[in-house]
C-alpha cells in the first residue's frame, strides 16, 4: 500500500553526486522517481547540471549530503538549486543529512566560521528550506536565513540498542570527552541505564590550547611607566599618560606576576595579565564501566584515534564489550583499518552519508536507516503539514 498518496503530483526528487543510494531508499519509501537530471564534471572539472524536465510551479527536493569529495558535493548542491530557481520552481528544499563544513562552526585563531559561509551560499543559490540532521552545534541553525528543520537520528540509535543489543540493560552510557556528555545523559535517560565521562588526555583534538592570535610583542618605549608597590602581594602599574593627566585611582591596574605588555594609543604601555594555558590531566574514566557493556555516543565519527584511546581505557577499566554510536559516520583515511585492528567491538552510524567501502575493509561497521525520516519530512513539507510529529519528546540535548 502507498503511504504517501499524490506525493508525486507537483513534486520532483533530484539528487547529486554524493548518496544516491539513500535517494533511492527515499524515492522508494515515497513510491516516486527521481527526477531527471545530469550532474557531471566537465574535463577543466568545472560541475555542470542539466536539468531533464520542467521544474516550473513545483516544490523541488534535492537530496545532497557531506561525502569524500565534499567541495564537488557543495558545487553540484549550489548548481543544482540555482538551476531550479532559473527555470521557476516554486519551492526548493535542501534535504542536506549531513551539512558539509559543520564542524567548522567556531572561530578559531585566523580562521572563519566556514558553516556561515555555506549557510549562505545555500540561501543565495535559492533554497526556501533546509532538511538536515544532527547538525554538529545546533547553533548552526541560526546561519541560515531560511526555515531549517534539524531532525534527530537518536530515536534509531536507541532502537537499535534495543533491538540489537540483547543485555543492554547491563550497559552504561559513555561520553568520550565532557562536551558530549549531555548526549550521553540523554541516551541513558531514555534507556534507564548509567553514564560514565572520560576525561583527560589524549587531547581533544576539536579543540586548540590556546586561542592562537598573537602579534609580535611592541618594542619597549623609551619613556617607561611609574610603578610602585601595592598591598596583598600585587604590582601597581601606572601607564604613561599624556602630560598633565594623571591616572585615575579607579584605572591603576592590579596585576600578578604575569603580565604582558600592550601599546595603547596615547598611552605608552598597560600591562594586562596572562591567562595560564589550559592542560589536560591523564585520561581517566568518571563512573564505573567494570563488568558492563560501554556504548561511546557522539553526533560524528571522522579521526577514529580519540575513540579507540577512549575504548582501550574503558577495557581497561573493566568493560567486557564497547560499541561506538553516531550519526555520521565519515570515516575518513584509514579509519577502516584503525577500527578494524582496535579493541572496539562495533561501530554503528547512520547512512547518513556513504559508507559502503569502509564496510568492505572493517566487519564491525553496522548501518541504522533514516530514509524513512527523511521521506516523511519530505511529504510533510510538500503537503503543508506540521513537523511536531517528527520532534515528539525530542528535548535540546538531543
Not at 559543520?102 to 580562521?111: E, I, L
Not at 602581594?233 to 591616572?247: D, N, Y
Not at 581497561?316 to 582496535?342: C, F, N, Q, W
Request: net charge neutral; charged share 25%; hydrophobic share 40%.
Amino acid at each position: 500500500m502507498n503511504a504517501y498518496p499524490d506525493a508525486g503530483k507537483e513534486m520532483l526528487l533530484f539528487t547529486g553526486n554524493s548518496h544516491q543510494e539513500l535517494a533511492r531508499l527515499v524515492a522508494s519509501r515515497m513510491c516516486i522517481k527521481i527526477g531527471t537530471c545530469s550532474v557531471y564534471q566537465k574535463p577543466n572539472k568545472e560541475t555542470q547540471v542539466e536539468i531533464g524536465e520542467s521544474v516550473r510551479g513545483k516544490d523541488v527536493f534535492i537530496i545532497q549530503t557531506g561525502s569524500r569529495d565534499v567541495n564537488d558535493a557543495i558545487m553540484e548542491l549550489l548548481i543544482m538549486a540555482y538551476a531550479c530557481t532559473t527555470s521557476s520552481a516554486k519551492r526548493i528544499i535542501g534535504v542536506i543529512p549531513y551539512l558539509p563544513y559543520s564542524k567548522q562552526c567556531k572561530m578559531r585563531k585566523r580562521g572563519s566560521i566556514v558553516s556561515k559561509l555555506v549557510a549562505s551560499m545555500l540561501c543565495k543559490a535559492g533554497f526556501h528550506h533546509i532538511i538536515t540532521m544532527d547538525l554538529h552545534q545546533k547553533e548552526i541553525q541560526g546561519f541560515f536565513d531560511v526555515p531549517i528543520d534539524n531532525l534527530r537520528a537518536s530515536p534509531f540509535l536507541i532502537q537499535y540498542i534495543q533491538d540489537q543489543i540483547p543485555d543492554y540493560r547491563n550497559a552504561v552510557i559513555v561520553a568520550k570527552t565532557p562536551a558530549s556528555a549531555k548526549k550521553a545523559q540523554s541516551f541513558a535517560e531514555r534507556l534507564r541505564l548509567g553514564i560514565a565521562v572520560i576525561h583527560g588526555e589524549p587531547q581533544d583534538f576539536d579543540s586548540d590550547r590556546e586561542d592562537g592570535r598573537h602579534s609580535p610583542p611592541p618594542q619597549e618605549s623609551a619613556a617607561s611607566g611609574t610603578s610602585r608597590g601595592g598591598g596583598d602581594g600585587f604590582k601597581t602599574v601606572e601607564a604613561a599618560w599624556p602630560s598633565g593627566i594623571s591616572l585615575p585611582e579607579s584605572s591603576r591596574v592590579m596585576l600578578g606576576q604575569r603580565t604582558r605588555t600592550v601599546s595603547t594609543g596615547h598611552f605608552e604601555k598597560l600591562e594586562i595579565p596572562l591567562l595560564t594555558a589550559k592542560e589536560k590531566p591523564p585520561i581517566n574514566v568518571v563512573g564505573d564501566v567494570g563488568g558492563k557493556i560501554a556504548i561511546i555516543v557522539d553526533d560524528i565519527i571522522d579521526d577514529v584515534d580519540p575513540f579507540v584511546a577512549a575504548a582501550d581505557i574503558l577495557k581497561e577499566r573493566g568493560a567486557y564489550k564497547v560499541y561506538v554510536m553516531a550519526t555520521h559516520g565519515l570515516l575518513s583515511l584509514d579509519a577502516p583499518r584503525i577500527l578494524e585492528e582496535s579493541s572496539i567491538d562495533e561501530v554503528v552510524v547512520t547512512n547518513s552519508v556513504p559508507h559502503e567501502l569502509q564496510k568492505l575493509q572493517c566487519h564491525k561497521i553496522k548501518t541504522v536507516d533514516i530514509s524513512f525520516i527523511l521521506s516523511e519530512a519530505i511529504r510533510r513539507i510538500h503537503h503543508g503539514e506540521s513537523m511536531s510529529y517528527l520532534f515528539r519528546n525530542i528535548s535540546i540535548d538531543d
